[in-house]
């Protein structure tokens, strides 16, 4: 089945504490992105990767690294979260950059506390 | 950068009334995207417009892209329990970035 995985869905952490959240897709996508979803914002992309080891800042990039060291994976990484961070976090891919659509993991529901 | 919204940002209509969510770019798009999220869920894909002035539908929902290219809407005619969620409409900036706009939640009362 063509689809998009995260862990965690859910995730409660303290501040300053390292997370990654990882991302997976089995359907050969060469643009993958993260995008964070806030009450009266919509959906922001945090990082997005053309392709692997290519990698580029969105709109909202602050506080977060990514890597895409392999076609099919693209985690997130927190290096010491903060409470602005608390957010629910998806992870999508497409065939190519905006031309197609994109398909969604299922989010991960982030709380810094 | 680009800035996409839309309005209006919540809509409670009965059932059986129609909705209509309108989608605004700062900038000129190369295409729009439309995405439908029920609570609790992701966003999933509905349509994609291309053309200048494009109106595609899918049974009761109208999509339509701007001669402009700039703005779109999507209509939904006799609404149903099951169209509840929120709406967003989406598209490529001239790099490669993705701009989702703000999102339109529509309730539908029995």
Known sequence: EAQVTQNPRYL?????????????QNMNHEYMSWYRQDPGLGLRQIYY???VEVTDKGDVPEGYKVSRKEK?????????????????????????????????????????? | GQQVMQIPQYQHVQE?????????????????????????????FLIQLVKSGEVKKQKRLTFQFGEAKKNSSLHITATQT??????FCAGPETGNQFYFGTGTSLTVIP
């Open chain 1, 12 to 24: 409660i952490t303290v501040t300053g504490k390292k997370l990654t959240v990882t991302c997976s």
């Open chain 1, 49 to 51: 990767s053309m392709n």
């Open chain 2, 16 to 44: 059986g009334e129609d909705f209509t969510t309108y989608c605004n770019s700062s900038t000129t798009l190369s295409n729009i995207q439309w995405y439908k999220q029920r609570p609790g869920g992701h966003p999933v």
């Open chain 2, 82 to 87: 099951t169209d509840v969620g929120t709406y």
């Open chain 1, 72 to 113: 099919r994976n693209f985690p997130l990484i927190l290096e010491s979260p903060s409470p602005n961070q608390t957010s629910l976090y998806f992870c999508a891919s497409s065939i190519n950059r905006g031309l197609t659509e994109q398909y969604f993991g299922p989010g991960t529901r982030l709380t810094v506390t």
